[in-house]
């Protein structure tokens, strides 16, 4: 079991909780812990106000542990010579309180917000200081926010001073991104030894400011407990494949991109042109023909495999059977860009992936998975193979097993599973990615909408279906069905444009076509994404930018991974 890496594992509430009772089981002390989080969060303060021409910090302190470090960080302030004073929430003067008691030793001033209803004295104190540091709720904080702790909330905000949160801004749901009524909005957050979900997802992600994190020494026997690890630029850049010289185009995979139809020809085009930028070797368009010859026309990196249709914008079973011809080379298959959800683009679908209707029912077999399970009644089949298909399979005669390789389904793929019962029977345990946005992922659960806790929405889907999944917004989920989590918070509005999905899973078809388990290219996907997001906002800003844009930046943005110069 690997041990615990801050600033790469991210815990929730329950598991810090795990860690800090490890941590006294072990002989260390409450005070022993608040101490060194404490000391750690202080440091990052004093840098910050000992750059103030006069500084003058007011410390809000709660009635649990957060306001415990509030305290203890309150005195480290005193004891570097920095004028401060304490405004506390519900916490009572009690001997047995030795946070309160150590500040009040030093004899730093308190005000009580119990006696201050109309919040007069704090008002005061916000107009004579130069800085706050909140430590009202930390993870303890699980149900909406009193009124009387929200309107201190809300005058912190509207002082506009610059706010330090202890843990988490209080407000934020550590586990889950949620803002309990209202939040405070501060400019920096230290989290104690490890950072929590919520400080990578939004709502509240958008008030944690500059995020770091105060050293807090794991116990020595703890592994691993958590399954969350943030795609940040280190985790990224350790997914890029290797990609040697003398390799040719087929060392770098091949990819089918069935996409595109008569009203959404570019989504054709951009998911086979980024699956083309992820550094697959050969991309091939299977694009409905009423396309064919516009798309053809101007992209010109891809070969193609024009399907029939019933007529333009509605595909037929039969295209499936000209795309499971071809499928022998292939080392990744994406379906779903612009697809449209016709009825006949359904019966395609269906056919691909082997859910066909009674009329033209397959068996199933799965080839290279661990579980091979070829159909022996039935003539036809189509399972899912790691590799490509052995020759002799694929000379097989023509109503011989199909053998899908890794898959990824997309935008309008997504919505036609929707519509068929028990899909996820023949994509369990396979090397799935499904890539739902989270309208598109309430369709796929048959809900009006989902929970508010996206990385528990995403993990259980993951499991339940046995496909790892993509929840995409402005923090993509990342849930693999064996119970790992990885977020990626690093909102970008640039990225909010049409055809940004369709980019997104051209790559993440392009890396499982040079190897990738599904959740490491699902990883990696998103994480490049981010990056050439990034470079379109840096170089364009974040208005007007449009999807060629992201495309357009994709080898940069490699580039950019590989080589460094990202900070
Ligand atoms: N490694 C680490 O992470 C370490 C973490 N440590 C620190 O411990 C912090 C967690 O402390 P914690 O468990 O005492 O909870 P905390 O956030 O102070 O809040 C609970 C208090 O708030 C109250 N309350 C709750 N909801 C409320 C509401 N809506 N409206 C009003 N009141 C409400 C609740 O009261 P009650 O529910 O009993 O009414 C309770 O009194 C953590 O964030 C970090 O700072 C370090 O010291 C050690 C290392
Ligand atoms: N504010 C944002 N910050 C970061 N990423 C975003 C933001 N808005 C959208 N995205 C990303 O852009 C992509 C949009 O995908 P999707 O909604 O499927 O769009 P489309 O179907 O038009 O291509 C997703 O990868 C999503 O995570
Ligand atoms: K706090």
């Known amino acids: 079991m690997p041990k615990i890496v801050p600033g790469y594992h991210i815990t929730t509430a329950a598991q810090i909780r795990a860690i800090e009772q490890r941590a006294v089981d072990e002989g260390a002390t409450w005070p022993d812990l608040m101490a060194e989080a404490s000391r750690g969060m202080a440091d990052v303060g004093l840098t910050v106000i000992a750059k103030q021409p006069n ?9 649990g542990n957060n306001g415990g470090d509030a305290l203890v960080i309150a005195r480290h302030i005193k004891e570097a010579d920095f004028p ?11 001997a047995d309180d030795w946070p309160f008691a150590a500040a009040q030793a030093e004899a730093i001033p308190m005000s009580f917000a119990a006696d201050d209803s109309q919040n007069q004295q704090l008002q005061q104190l916000l107009q004579t200081s130069t800085f706050v540091i909140d430590g009202l709720f930390g993870i303890g904080l699980s149900r909406p926010l009193a009124a009387d702790v929200a309107h201190i909330i809300d005058l912190v905000n509207a002082s506009k001073l610059p706010v330090l949160a202890v843990d988490v801004p209080s407000g934020l749901d550590a586990d889950n991104g949620k803002i309990w009524g209202t939040i405070i909005n501060a400019a920096y957050t230290v989290a104690a030894g490890l950072t929590k979900r919520g400080h990578h997802l939004y709502p509240g992600a958008a008030y944690v400011g500059k995020l770091a994190i105060a050293p807090f020494t794991l116990p020595d ?92 914008g509605e595909l037929t079973e039969a295209a499936a059977k000209l795309v499971h011809e071809k499928l022998a080379k292939y080392k990744a298959l994406l379906v779903g860009p612009g697809l449209g959800t016709e009825t006949g683009t359904g019966d395609f679908l269906r056919a691909l992936i082997g859910l066909a209707s009674s009329k033209r029912r397959l068996g199933v077999g799965f080839l290279g998975s661990n579980e091979l399970e070829l159909p022996t009644k039935r003539k036809g089949g189509v399972g899912f193979g790691l590799a490509a298909r052995p020759k002799e399979e694929a000379k097989a005669e023509e109503e011989g097993p199909v053998v899908l390789p890794p898959l990824v389904i997309d935008a309008d793929g997504l919505n036609i599973l929707a519509t068929i019962e028990h899909w996820e029977e023949k994509l369990r345990d396979q090397p799935v990615v499904l890539t739902p946005h989270i309208g598109e992922m309430a369709r796929l659960l048959g809900e009006e909408k989902i929970g508010e806790d996206h990385p528990q929405v995403a993990l259980e889907a993951a499991a339940r279906w046995g496909v790892t999944v993509v929840l995409k917004s402005a923090h993509t989920i990342i ?28 790559l993440t078809a392009g890396l499982l076509a040079q ?11 998103v994480g490049v994404h981010g990056v050439a997001g990034a470079l379109v906002r840096e170089e364009l800003g974040e208005r007007g930018t449009i999807a060629s844009d992201i495309l357009n930046r994709l080898p940069l943005a490699w580039r950019k991974l590989t080589e460094g110069g990202l900070k």
């Open 479 to 506: 849930a693999s069905p064996d119970g790992r989590l990885a977020l990626h918070g690093l909102a970008n509005p640039a990225l909010a444009t049409a055809g940004s999905g369709d980019i997104l899973a051209g």
């Open 221 to 312: 026997s703890m592994e691993e407990p958590m399954t969350t690890t943030e795609l940040n630029l280190a985790t990224i850049r350790s997914l890029v494949p290797a990609r040697p010289v003398d390799g040719h185009k087929d060392t770098f995979g091949r990819v089918m991109v069935v996409a595109g139809s008569y009203l959404y020809p570019g989504a054709a085009w951009l998911a086979a042109t980024a699956a083309a930028r992820s550094g697959a070797g050969v991309v091939t368009l299977a694009c409905p023909r009423s396309i064919y010859g516009s798309t053809a026309a101007h992209l010109h990196e891809v070969t193609y495999l024009p399907l029939p249709e019933v007529e333009p």
């Open 84 to 94: 401060v004073s304490c405004y506390l929430y519900k916490r009572k003067p009690q």
């Open 55 to 63: 500084p003058a910090v007011l410390v809000l302190v709660g009635s």
């Open 515 to 525: 190897g990738l388990a599904p959740f490491e290219a699902a990883q990696l996907a």
